[in-house]
């Protein structure tokens, strides 16, 4: 072979050596994650133009690629793997499960059947039956590990245009969309974006669909709802991106499975309420649906990418993604049938590392503690003058201040303070802000400074 020089104890070696200083680099990243500028500064935002190199014709040395992204990618990076972070709902990252991440990486095996991975599919069987305990899901539902919430409802919402086709007689699979029944498509008025993204794909039209109501609290209201028939595909939200809020799936589920449904539920960080003794009324029902979408990258702090589709109905998703071939025919609920990947790293392993390690009580712990300082921080925070919008049920905090300007100033003055980092959003038509405690790092000391910087820059705009 040209161009690769075949010793191999000299490129083991250099290898080793190359994973070693990685290794070295990332360790020391990771011990500085406390003290850490949480959003980047200007000069080494600026400094990333050092990365628009022209393609070289003969490769550079390995090492100087690794010292390159470590010497200006990672004073760029956005510390969402450090204590104060509170923007979106992303997690950090739990030790057990960068760590088991990093050997999972080392064996470089894909995961879309036993056959290719004897280990992956065996530890993922293993998380999917604990994901579907923890959650206390129907026993038996099947869970594909897929990249993120976005593709696990994906392959959801197919599989259930396709169920309720098939129910009438049609079969997608053969015959496509042409001329196919119409599915009708109900969501909340306060869908999440990644929903409506999936629908589009999968060729429901904004314009088709159904938006449900919701009150102040971002919730559907049951007796609002458009009518449900068995030619319904009705999505309903385990928390509410900004409120952190749950459908009241009592109150609808029932009737809409009666009327022939089928109930999809974006769970995306929210179903983790399951977890906690405390938090679980809020998701009292939601048992019921036929599919759910969880995240592991956001509220159990798995490192990215891992999300789960769970669906009680096997055949179903498992008919929707199959990818059977002659020369790779896995079992039915081989992974690569049940999301949208066929290969794939095995993301289930993180999830089952970060599960053995937290235990159930570490898992509700984790929940519990983060619903307490959202808590604590929303009482400081309307104590102190500004306006809290939802309800602080979970673990979002929606906030803002007398007006739109002064909501965002704030903001960004927070913002670049480089001590905390948390994102803008708009509620009801006024500017807001999010925060979202979702890291296993933050200390409750985190978020008294995050309340200190806020109620000073609050006190600074009173002044002026
Ligand atoms: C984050 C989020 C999603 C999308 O999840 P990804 O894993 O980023 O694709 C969907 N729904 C809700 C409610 C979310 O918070």
């Not at 609290?217 to 609002?224: D, F």
């Not at 984790?366 to 673990?395: I, M, T």
Request: one cysteine or more; a negative charge.
């Amino acid at each position: 072979m040209t161009g690769l020089s075949f010793d191999l104890a000299n490129e083991l070696a250099t290898e080793l050596a190359l994973m070693a200083d990685a290794d070295k680099r990332a360790a020391h990243y990771t011990s500085g994650t406390q003290e850490r500028r949480v959003y980047p500064d200007t000069p080494s935002l600026a400094a990333l133009v050092g990365f628009e190199e022209v393609l070289p014709d003969v490769g550079l040395p390995a090492d100087s690629t690794i010292a390159l992204l470590d010497g200006l990618g990672s004073p760029a990076t956005v510390a969402s793997n450090g204590p104060r972070y509170f923007g979106f709902v992303v997690g950090a990252s739990l030790p057990v499960a960068s760590a088991a991440e990093r050997l999972m990486l080392a064996w470089d095996q894909g995961a879309p059947l036993a056959m290719a991975s004897p280990v992956s599919a065996a530890v993922e069987a293993v998380a999917a039956r604990w994901m579907v305990d923890i959650l206390d899901l129907p026993r038996g539902s099947v869970v594909g590990f897929g990249t993120s919430a976005s593709t696990c409802s994906l392959s959801l919402l197919a599989a259930a245009r396709r169920t309720l086709l098939l129910r009438k007689g049609w079969d997608l699979d053969r015959d496509g969309l042409f001329g196919a029944p119409e599915v009708k498509v109900v969501v909340p008025a306060k869908v999440h974006v990644t929903i409506l993204k999936a629908l589009r794909i999968l060729g429901f039209g904004a314009s088709r669909l159904l938006l449900a109501p919701c009150d102040v609290e971002g919730r559907v209201i049951p007796k609002q709802l458009p009518p449900l028939d068995d030619m319904t595909i009705l999505v309903l939200q385990a928390g509410e991106v900004n409120t952190g809020e749950f459908d009241p799936f009592d109150a609808i589920i029932p009737a809409a499975k009666a009327a022939g449904a089928w109930v999809h539920i974006d769970g995306a960080f929210g179903l983790w309420a399951r977890a906690s003794t405390q938090a679980r009324n809020l998701t009292q029902g939601v048992e019921q649906a036929d599919s759910w979408t969880i995240d592991g990258h956001k509220w159990l702090n798995t490192p990215y990418d891992c999300a789960m589709a769970i669906c009680r109905h096997t055949d179903a998703l498992a008919g929707a993604m199959n990818s059977d071939a002659a020369y790779a025919s896995g079992s039915a609920a081989a992974q690569k049938n049940l999301t949208l990947e066929f290969s794939r790293r095995a993301r289930g392993i993180p999830v089952w590392a970060a599960l053995r390690t937290l235990g159930r009580a570490g898992v509700e712990a984790l929940v519990d503690h983060h619903r307490s300082q959202a808590a604590h921080l929303a009482a400081r925070l309307r104590k102190g003058g500004f306006e809290v919008l939802n309800r602080v049920v979970l673990n979002q905090v929606l906030v803002r201040a007398a007006n739109d300007a002064e909501t965002n100033r704030i903001r960004e003055a927070a913002t670049q303070t480089g001590e905390v980092w948390f994102g803008p959003s708009v509620w009801e038509g006024r500017a807001a802000f999010r925060l979202s405690l979702s890291s296993w790092r933050t200390t409750d000391a985190d978020v008294d400074r995050l309340a200190d910087i806020l109620l000073s820059l609050l006190a600074e705009g009173d002044e002026a």
